[in-house]
DNA sequence: AAACCCTGCAACCGCTCTTAC
DNA sequence: GGTAAGAGCGGTTGCAGGGTT
């Protein structure tokens, strides 16, 4: 372990970059190339004495700051300018499931970099969604905070959701670091001039969906997630204090189990939101070929009447494991292009469209209907599916689109 | 016209992870 | 196995430019 370093130990310069500057630093690279440095192992250390070789004629740079400018700034394969709403809505979706992992959703947006994302959810989109009312960081309706006996009914079911959706985040990650060992080597030389050895979380994701069942890693909440499988797999209980470093819930309040993103091989998977119809709740059903339903919340204490799934279940396969590698191809979802079965992405889409566009007045009225709904005693079935779309989308957005990724 | 405020973004900082020795 | 240094990442800062008072 150790820092590079300091320009400032050594007098190198700081501070923006003049186009002289750039001009070398290109120069260079135009001579030297570039690309994954890590990936290329012993040209690394060459280029960084060239660095500082350069360093030394002319451009008091330290390598590090050259990488930067060149990363951020200098790469020809770079798309600057205003993100499309395309743009916008992956961000935000991807944000919704990866959190502040800016190089995983980077992988996501071809020619945009993570720096260039985070800047661009920092300064527009968290606002965005603040001003609509929906908290940047959880991603739910800031107005279910609301102290209402229907406010609770709807926390709880929010609640439910996250800590679904967190649960599937936290398997993703999971398997990001176990299987990115195991492809990095035969993935790094299709990785693109970025250089970068990222490896797309969600292809990851989706790989595994392809992948028969493994043990997870030893990484502290996967020990906890592994500890609730079995038991969720004989229709068992929750999860315990299963809690991500950057969850913003408490697992032990919502004691459930969310083995959403595991698919046995060539199983025809089901994810069921699945819901109580007597309370505001709701859980996930994976469901495969030998039809074991996973019904985490069956069990559960603070859901004792989870028994039946409803006419609200709401299903949809993955329908994707039999696919090979995605195609290159820009960032559309396969459910946009095909209209397969995957209606309700596009009102989603479209919904959301229509919020980014003008949120304000949505959002007044919507608010005003949720006061209407309340008053009639639905206003928890409008927030509960409300919220319910907005997770199953992002999760069948995520399902139908890694595979036109262009990282691959 | 000047001062102030706000916004956007490039760049830096500091940390962890990875790799080489 | 331990250590040093490179690579990568996310958070933060500081400045430039535009808008407002």
Redesign the pocket.
């Known amino acids: 372990?150790?820092?590079?370093?300091?320009?400032?130990k050594v007098g190198l310069?700081?501070?923006?970059?003049t186009p002289e500057e750039d001009q070398k630093l290109l120069a260079y690279i135009e001579e030297h190339g570039h690309g994954?440095?890590?990936?290329l192992?012993g040209k690394?250390?060459d280029?960084?004495r060239l660095f500082l070789a350069n360093y030394i004629c002319s451009l008091q740079r330290c390598?590090?700051?050259c990488?930067?400018?060149w990363t951020?700034?200098l790469r020809p394969d770079i798309k600057?300018g205003k993100f499309n709403l395309q743009e916008e809505q992956t961000i935000i979706q991807l944000h919704a499931l990866l959190g502040?992992?800016?190089?995983?959703i980077a992988t996501h947006l071809p020619k945009r970099t993570?720096?260039?994302i985070?800047?661009?959810w920092?300064?527009?989109l968290k606002?965005r969604l603040t001003k609509m009312g929906i908290d940047p960081v959880t991603h739910k309706p800031k107005s279910d905070t609301l102290s209402s006996v229907d406010g609770q009914c709807k926390n709880e079911a929010n609640l439910s959701h996250m800590a679904q959706w967190e649960s599937a985040r936290l398997e993703a990650e999971a398997r990001l670091v176990r299987e990115s060992k195991l492809r990095s080597n035969s993935f790094q030389h299709q990785l693109g001039s970025s250089?970068?050895?990222?490896v797309s979380v969600l292809a990851q994701l989706q790989n595994k969906m392809a992948a028969p069942l493994a043990a997870p890693p030893c990484l502290d909440v996967l020990k906890a997630w592994h500890g609730v499988w079995p038991k969720s797999a004989k229709g068992g209980v929750g999860a315990g204090d299963l809690e991500s470093p950057t969850s913003t819930l408490s697992f032990s309040e919502i004691a459930l189990s969310m083995p959403a993103v595991g698919f046995g091989e060539n199983s025809a998977a089901v994810i069921e939101f699945v819901r109580n119809p007597g309370t505001c709740e709701g859980g996930l059903v994976v469901k495969e070929e030998c039809e074991v339903e996973w019904k985490g919340l069956e069990k559960s204490t603070h859901f004792p009447e989870f028994k039946e799934r409803t006419e609200n279940s709401m299903s949809f396969t993955s329908g994707l494991h039999d696919m090979p590698f995605p195609v290159e191809g820009s960032w559309i979802s396969e459910s946009l292009r095909t209209g397969n079965g995957h209606e309700h992405v596009s009102n989603f889409i479209e919904g959301f469209t229509d919020l980014l566009l003008d949120n304000s007045d949505d959002r007044n009225s919507s608010d005003s209907s949720e006061d209407s709904d309340n008053a009639d005693g639905s206003g928890g079935d409008h927030i509960y599916e409300e919220n319910k779309n907005y997770w199953n989308d992002i999760l069948n957005l995520v399902n139908s689109s890694s595979f036109d990724s262009p990282v691959f």
């Open positions: 372990m150790g820092r590079s370093p300091c320009c400032e310069k700081k501070g923006p970059w994954s440095w890590r990936a192992p690394a250390g280029v960084y390598g590090k700051s990488r930067l400018r951020n700034y600057r502040n992992r800016w190089s995983a993570d720096n260039e985070k800047n661009y920092n300064t527009h606002k250089g970068s050895a990222r």
